[in-house]
């Protein structure tokens, strides 16, 4: 299930997410030494449709997907890596008209947990997962107003 029938950062998308990560040779071999899981957050904007926090974890290791799910609190705590941000630049990330590196260093994806230089090693890795993440489809919540 992809495209506008799904909405980002819910159940079915998290699957979506994963299917296209294992699909993507860019991303097994950007991402061929990295492992560990990942939450990505949304935070709560009600001017953009998303009045609760939503967050999705992957376990990643070794440049495929193993599993993923909407977050509980135990991901957030086992989680090597934190990565949160508003509604309106995980649009712009998931459209490929903002790269993921260039919004940490602009504080627009924030790495709330993990280590930024353990991380800066897999900066190809990181793009290919928001590739196949935006590859996955869905559509974001109608704006307020």
């Not at 799910?69 to 903002?98: C, H, I, K, N």
């Amino acid at each position: 299930m992809t495209g506008a029938s799904m909405e980002v950062f819910t159940e079915a998308w998290c699957v979506a997410c994963c299917e296209r990560m294992n699909e993507s040779e860019a991303y097994r071999q950007a991402a061929a030494t990295w492992e560990g899981s990942a939450v990505l957050v949304m935070t709560a904007d009600a001017t953009q449709g998303v009045p609760e926090e939503r967050a999705a974890w992957l376990d990643m290791h070794h440049g495929a997907c193993r599993g993923t799910r909407m977050a509980t609190d135990a991901d957030f705590d086992d989680a090597a890596y934190v990565f949160e941000s508003d509604p309106a630049t995980w649009r712009r990330l998931l459209s490929g008209d903002t790269d993921p590196v260039a919004a940490a260093m602009a504080g627009k994806l924030r790495l709330t947990k993990g280590n930024l230089f353990t991380l800066a090693k897999y900066a190809q890795a990181a793009r290919e997962m928001v590739v196949a993440a935006g590859a996955a489809g869905g559509t974001f919540p109608a704006t307020a107003g």
